[in-house]
């Protein structure tokens, strides 16, 4: 029978705790144990947690005796797992129906599967939402090589994959390692490229977790930096080509074709922070995307442009929001709800 750890991290997110670990303790899943790993909160986490562990023999609680920062508290979890499977679930996030069955039943069929993910649906949260949301059964699963993803990942130039919906092989895990604190941003995305390195990796388009959107989100720490959010997508994968993915089959050509998409990506993102008036932000992105790709001083990038997903309808939004200054469009719309007011103290002390 399969037995499956979860882990959750928590900070100042007692107003999330309880549905947090109602999601995972409601999965249909028989052998499972949940640590929420307080990490010194100031609110009334431990309380809440506390008081789940005392109504649920599978719940237990860690407090730590002072912050000692997200890193620790993730890698702690990392130590205390010893199931068959495990998944670190933030506190303010939630576990959909279904994933966990999901994931396992997968990877029980498949050994050479050490890692798993799915879609990670975003919902705003503040007073009088509810979280209601369809799972779906997606498209199924896809399997590919870990190869393949670490080449999807670089294609793509951003991180794909939704950390809440990361159900792995437990023993995949321990021989990638911990979470590495140099990497402020993409610590998670890093460590998939590692484990991607010991297996195959699994896809679903199914909904296997809920990030709630709110101001005091570790991702609005990133969103509110575009310009160091993109040093930091080079930085993962500086870290992985010069560690476990030295070996890595084409690394230095692999390398050099991250640093052209983002180049590309930059590029843009620097002209629409300008015609949004956000000149500043706008012009050091751009000279981050000339450092890595001289020529976009003469041409711009027109083949980035052409291959984003619906490309004349972003330029329309932004056209829109240049003249009535007003987001407009989805895209712009949920950059808009993550460009919060970050206080690194509260969410994401630091290291």
């Known amino acids: 029978m399969a037995t499956v750890d979860i882990a959750v991290p928590c ?3 007692g107003r999330f ?4 670990v109602e999601s995972i303790v409601s999965q249909d899943v028989t052998d499972l144990r949940v640590l929420v790993l307080d990490n010194a909160s100031t609110d009334d986490s431990f309380e809440v947690a506390q008081e789940l562990a005392r109504g649920d023999a599978r719940i237990a ?3 730590h005796a002072k912050n000692i920062g997200s890193h620790a508290n993730y890698n702690f979890g990392l130590d205390w797992a010893a199931s068959d499977y495990f998944l670190l679930l933030d506190a303010d996030d939630l576990l959909a129906p279904g994933a966990l069955r999901r994931a396992v039943g997968l990877m029980q069929q498949d050994p050479g599967i050490g890692l798993t993910y799915g879609t990670e649906l975003r919902l705003e949260f503040g007073p ?9 059964d997606g498209d199924g699963w896809r399997v590919m090589t870990g190869e393949d993803f670490v080449r999807s990942q670089i294609e793509a130039g951003f991180c794909t994959v939704g950390s809440s919906t990361m159900i792995r092989r437990t023993s995949v895990q321990k021989a990638a390692g911990y979470y590495r604190p140099a990497l402020r941003f993409y610590d998670d995305w890093e460590l998939m490229l590692r484990m991607a390195s010991f297996g195959k990796v699994a896809e679903t388009g199914a909904v296997q977790a809920v990030r709630r959107l709110h101001p005091g989100a570790h991702s609005s720490f990133y969103y509110a930096q575009p310009v160091q959010d993109i040093i930091e997508r080079e930085a993962t994968f500086v870290s992985f080509f010069a560690n476990e993915g030295k070996g890595f089959p084409q690394s230095a050509g692999l390398m050099r074709n991250l640093r052209r998409k983002l180049a590309a990506k930059t ?6 922070h300008i015609l949004r ?9 751009l000279k981050f995307a000339f450092s890595r790709r001289p020529l976009a001083a ?6 980035h442009f052409l291959q984003m997903d619906h490309p004349f309808e972003r330029l329309k939004d932004i056209v829109l929001e240049t003249v009535t200054r007003r987001p407009h469009g989805r895209w712009l719309r949920e950059r808009e709800a993550m460009s919060v007011v970050f206080e690194p103290t509260e969410n994401r002390p630091v290291q």
């Open 17 to 20: 705790l309880r549905e947090c």
């Open 11 to 13: 900070y100042n997110y």
């Open 298 to 303: 003469l041409l711009p990038p027109v083949e």
């Open 267 to 272: 590029y843009w993102s620097g002209v629409s």
């Open 61 to 63: 609680v860690h407090r």
């Open 277 to 285: 008036g956000k000149t500043a932000v706008g012009w050091n992105l």
């Open 128 to 136: 009088g939402v509810v979280p209601r949301y369809d799972t779906g």
